[in-house]
């Protein structure tokens, strides 16, 4: 991950117990969280914009950018008002300067900037990526917070990635998709049978009364070297399943079929993946799961008979810390600073292709 070494605002000052702001913006949701310095929570909230992107099927990037620019500048003031703090009391303020839609990011930075320049506060750019790779290790929500290395699936709407986390900001790809994210191709599946976006939880419904051996489908990659995935061919191959049988309405039962053997070739997928990246990283301590598919109960525990079975736990962190939200932000700060790294300077870019190894 590049970075500039720098000298930026706020750096000389003293700020012991003081709290940081986290700030997401890089996709459909505005989120705004305080830490004190040990991590815990002190306020957050989450503004999800999916009813205004429903009609479109899809996030709309332009909208998105204005829901972001509407609902941030009150959403810090309760945030900051629920903590008990001024602006003033802050360390740090830190947002998502990518990987992301640019609008979104924009947005989200300069708020950041700006309430760093009046306060003499630093400003943190985060990774997203980098944020959600961290998550598990905030104290307190999972047992004992996994020690570094460790194994990171995130599969969410933008990302499936295998990550091995080796410590703060030293991250190794170790496989990542080659077209559309798992999340992104439960969506679309989820369209082609008629349910509502976003459609993972409404495909998993659905599938709990299917029968996923009464329609075949493939499982792209599976028993292949390496951790890559591919979810577009399994996409393909359902929506041409529904596409022959589709006369007028589609059959609900047909359509659960459709829907539990989808789930399946997923879970197949992901699993398989996870075996080789285990055996591919045998200093790893534990497996962390996160991202929006991760709420699936039937991912969740096929994911989790994987990792046992090569002697690791799985951790998840709750939903609300899985999908995007400024928690993670935050707390990638933290971790930043207590890594010694240095704040970010307030002519930093946002960077929408951000990677992280
Ligand atoms: O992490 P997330 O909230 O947002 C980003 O993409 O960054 O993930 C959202 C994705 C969507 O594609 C959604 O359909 C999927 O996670 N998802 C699920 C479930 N809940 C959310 N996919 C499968 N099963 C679910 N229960
Ligand atoms: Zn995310």
Known sequence: MERKALSAVGANRSWLGQPVLGIETSCDETACA???DAG??????????????????????EIAARAHLTTLPTMVRTVLKQAGLNATGLRAVAATTGPGLIGGLIVGANFAKAMALATG????????????????????????????????????????????????????????????????????V?????????GGPA???????????????????????GCDFSFSGLKTAAAQLVGRMERGALDIRFAADVAASFQAAVLDIL????????????????????????????????????AVRSGLPLMAPPMRLCTD??????????????????PDTLDSKCLPRWSLV
């Open 271 to 306: 699993g398989d993946r996870l075996h080789q990246a285990i055996a591919l990283t045998p200093d790893a301590t534990a497996v962390v799961v996160s991202g929006g598919v991760a709420a699936n109960q039937a991912i969740r525990s096929a994911l989790t008979a994987v």
């Open 190 to 198: 989820a369209k082609i049978l008629g349910l509502p976006y976003p």
């Open 121 to 188: 506060a630093e400003f943190r750019a985060i990774n997203h990526l980098e944020a959600h790779a961290l998550t598990a290790r905030l104290p307190g929500i999972t047992e004992t917070a996994p020690a570094f290395p460790y194994i990171l699936l995130l599969v969410s709407g933008g990302h499936t990635m295998l990550l091995d986390v080796r410590g703060v900001g030293e991250y190794r790809l170790v496989g990542t998709t080659r077209d559309d994210a798992a999340g992104e191709a439960f969506d679309k």
């Open 203 to 225: 495909l998993e419904q659905l599938a709990m009364v299917g029968d996923a051996a009464a329609v075949h489908l493939p499982r792209p990659m599976l028993g292949r070297g």
């Open 34 to 36: 305080i830490l004190d």
């Open 325 to 342: 939200n400024a928690v993670m932000v935050a707390w990638a700060a933290i971790e930043r600073m207590r890594a010694g790294l240095p």
């Open 40 to 61: 815990k929570v002190l306020a957050e909230a989450v503004a999800s914009q999916i009813t205004e992107h429903a009609k479109f099927g899809g996030v709309v990037p």
